[in-house]
């Protein structure tokens, strides 16, 4: 695998200049070591869609609260997020620090870590962030392969992916690297088992650099659909080489791709029927139901205890994707 342990080391001096961390109160999780358990949910925001974002931040903001306010309470600790926008044409700064504010308004605050995939700051950008109610140490990231992606007949768009890591401190418990990523959609699948090469350096590289036996966590929209062979190598790269554990499949053995008609669609996390955002832009032909966005972890400390979709019943839509919220136990 090719190294990029330098570029990591570079990353830790430049480190106070780049880090884009922030918090609103006092965010903590000290109740995490009394439930013996994490909670963590990864979900595709939707870049595209302007009009409808703000109710879907809130219904976001408010299932959130709601596990919060469960007898016992089952606060979500951290929260992956994938298409994050940000600028002018996008008519907000940064669509995950608007959830944040929207939590820290239901009295949950959060941390804050972003990292930039596309575009340009101001204009219109696109990202990866993480929101942990546990402390960030410090936050990681390295760009995947540029590939050109094409999601209309003829139509070429080449777009940079991204990976990042934040270290969060669990109280009673220690430190978990959380990795969060986003590969290729409109490509060929050998591009994105390039994109997951790289990410399996980065993670490699991490997991070098920061001395000891560090429990990780991984998730994102990996746009890796088991329904179709020639998506196997990544997911077997994720899974069989680095030794990850898919927390959904792990919870839930009977699956096999677990997105199908015999399942129920219960484990699709991509264009549940009847979900009005997943449409295909150009042809506004609903999408084709697929699991594609996953949590994984890795480690002797962390048990997959219950895993299952959310906002993937009508009318609780927020996106063309649907949220995976998994338990952890530590």
């Known amino acids: 695998m090719r190294s990029i342990t330098i570029k990591i080391a570079m990353t830790f001096l430049i480190l106070p200049l780049i880090v884009f961390v922030s918090s609103s109160g006092v965010a903590q999780c000290p109740d995490t070591s009394t439930r013996g358990h994490l909670n963590v949910m990864t979900l595709n925001l939707l870049f595209s869609e302007v009009k409808d974002r703000e109710l879907r931040l809130e219904r976001i903001a408010d299932f959130v609260a709601q596990q919060a306010r469960l007898a016992p309470p089952e606060p979500v600790d951290v929260i992956l997020l994938n298409e994050v926008v940000g600028g002018f044409l996008s008519k907000t700064f940064n669509s995950s620090h608007d959830l944040k504010q929207l939590l820290a308004q239901r009295g949950l605050n959060y941390f804050l870590s972003f990292r930039l995939a596309n575009g340009l700051p101001g204009i219109l950008s696109v990202g990866n962030a993480i929101l942990s109610r546990c402390e960030i140490a410090f936050t990681l990231s390295v760009n995947l392969p ?28 220690g430190k978990i690297n959380v990795y969060n990523t986003h590969l290729c959609a409109f490509c060929d699948p050998s591009d994105r088992l390039e994109q997951a090469l790289v990410l399996a350096d ?73 979900n009005p955002y997943a449409f295909d832009l150009f042809t506004h032909q609903p999408e084709i139901p697929a699991r594609i966005d996953y949590i994984l972890t890795k480690g002797t400390q962390l048990t997959p205890i219950e895993s299952s979709v959310k906002f993937n019943v009508d009318p609780n839509w927020v996106s063309d994707h649907s949220a995976v919220l998994t338990r952890i136990g530590l």
């Not at 540029?146 to 934040?166: C, D, W, Y």
């Not at 927390?247 to 009847?274: K, M």
Request: net charge negative; glycine share 8%; hydrophobic share 35%.
């Open 146 to 173: 540029f590939v050109t992606e094409e999601p209309f007949q003829g139509l070429m768009i080449p777009l940079k992916r991204n990976a990042m890591m934040s270290r969060i401190k669990i109280p009673g418990f």
């Open 202 to 274: 980065f993670i490699e590289d991490v997991e070098n650099f920061v001395l000891g036996e560090n429990p990780m966590i991984l998730g994102g929209d990996f746009n890796t659909d088991l329904s179709l062979p020639e998506d196997f190598p990544a997911y077997n790269l994720i899974t069989q080489q680095l030794g990850f554990t898919d927390t959904y499949r792990a919870v839930n053995p009977d699956c096999t791709s677990c997105c199908s008609s015999t399942y129920g669609y219960a484990g699709c996390t991509f264009a549940v029927p009847p």
